[in-house]
Structures are given as C-alpha cells and as structure tokens.
C-alpha cells in the first residue's frame, strides 16, 4: 500500500519553463490537496479537490493550475515557472473534507527555479 | 496579526521531560483543530485533532483547547528523542473545508537525552 506517490521528488528548472508534479493516491480518498511549504511559512495551500470532477483554489493559487484526472490523480502545473516558486511541494488526501485537514501527505517535490 | 501563531522555537526538553508546545488562533469563529509532527526532511503526519473545550488524551499526547482564550496546546509526557521534530498547528477558522485550514509556522522541538 503506497498511500500517496508524488513525482518528481526533486526538480531544477530555470526562469519560465513549465513543468507539471504529479500526485496519486491508492486510498479511494475522495479529497487531494496540494500545499507548499517554506522556511517559517508553514503550509500554505495551492489548490485542493474535494472530489473527483471538482477543484478550487486555495492561500496561493497565481502561477499554478491543476487537473483532477481521476479519483486517484491531482496534478500540479507550473505554466512558467519563476524563483518565487522555489519550495517543497506536498500532495496530500484525506477520507473526508468536513474540515479540510490533509490526512496523509506524500514524500514531497523539492523545486527550485534558477 | 498571523491567523494561527506558534513560537517557533527551538523549544528544548530534557528526555523524561512534559513538552509543551502552544498555539494561538485569531477566528473566534474556529471549530477545529489540529496538530501535525514533521521529521526533518520529511513529509507532515496528522497526530491528533480537537474540537471541544478541555482535554483530548491520545497515548503521551495530550491536546488542549480552550476557545474563550483561542488557544489550543498539545503537551507530550514522557518525552523521547525520537519526538524531537517541528509541530504544526491548524485551524479551520470557517466552515468552508480546506480554505479554511491555516497551519501556523510551526514549532521545533528538540528532547535532549
């Protein structure tokens, strides 16, 4: 059971290249989220879906989209990446979303942009 | 004012030791709460979650709420080396799901053997 897989788990792009980190989750959760995270910042939210078919914005959303493919994927695009976006980047998926806490979180994507 | 604060540390505890790690939230509004432990170099894991007034026992982990002073703290007895990481406290400060989840900055907490 590999509860939630992201790829790349590391990445080094330049100033306006696009790339897109992948998410799945093998849990039939209903709800994915994704976060980043920064020196003294905490997590701060991207985007989340809180089903299959559904997806809304969250603290951070400029400069990413994203696609829920299936139940199972959430992908997050960077259309043309800048240093700003420098950070770790987590997938998360939780059973449930009355109150939106991510319940288990993937290994992380560590991003930097030159 | 940050919506949910935390003192960032490093807070030191000697092994053996209660950790008391304290949170504080803005929103009065706010009707959940949660604590997450992150290793260094790895992901966040939830360890526990609280959503009356009082006490919520789980195993050495306590978490506590009070919401007339909005603030919420998790205490660890005992203390291990192997609970040495950074807690991050959330709070649902709405009733809109994940766009209501903040998460504070986090406190490091190092238990010196």
């Known amino acids: 059971n590999a509860g939630v897989t992201q790829t790349p788990k590391f990445q080094v792009l330049k100033t306006g290249q696009s790339m897109t980190l992948q998410c799945a989750q093998d849990m039939n959760h209903n709800s994915m989220y994704w976060y980043r995270q920064d020196p003294g910042m905490g997590l701060r939210l991207i985007y989340y879906?809180?089903?299959?078919?559904?997806?809304d914005k969250g603290e951070v959303p400029n400069g990413y989209n994203v696609s829920r493919l299936n139940k199972r994927e959430f992908s997050l695009r960077l259309e043309s990446a800048a240093p700003s976006q420098t950070s770790v980047y987590f997938c998360a998926s939780s059973e449930w979303d009355r109150d939106g806490q991510p319940q288990h979180f993937g290994d992380g994507t560590r991003l930097s942009i030159l | 004012q940050k919506e949910v604060e935390q003192n960032s540390g490093p807070l030191s505890v000697p092994e053996g030791a209660i950790a008391s790690l304290n949170c504080t939230y803005s929103?009065?509004?706010?009707?959940?709460f949660f604590w997450y432990r992150q290793y260094s170099g790895k992901s966040p894991e939830l360890i526990m979650s609280i959503y009356s007034n009082g006490d919520k026992e789980d195993g050495r982990f306590t978490a506590q709420l009070n919401k007339a002073s909005q603030y919420v703290s998790l205490l660890i007895r005992d203390s291990q080396p192997s609970d040495s990481a950074t807690y991050l406290c959330?709070?649902?400060?709405?009733?809109?799901?994940?766009?209501?989840?903040?998460f504070g900055q986090g406190t490091r907490l190092t238990i010196n053997p």
């Open positions: 959330a709070v649902n400060t709405g009733s809109q799901g994940a766009q209501k989840l903040v």
């Open positions: 929103d009065r509004g706010s009707q959940s």
């Open positions: 879906s809180a089903s299959e078919g559904t997806t």
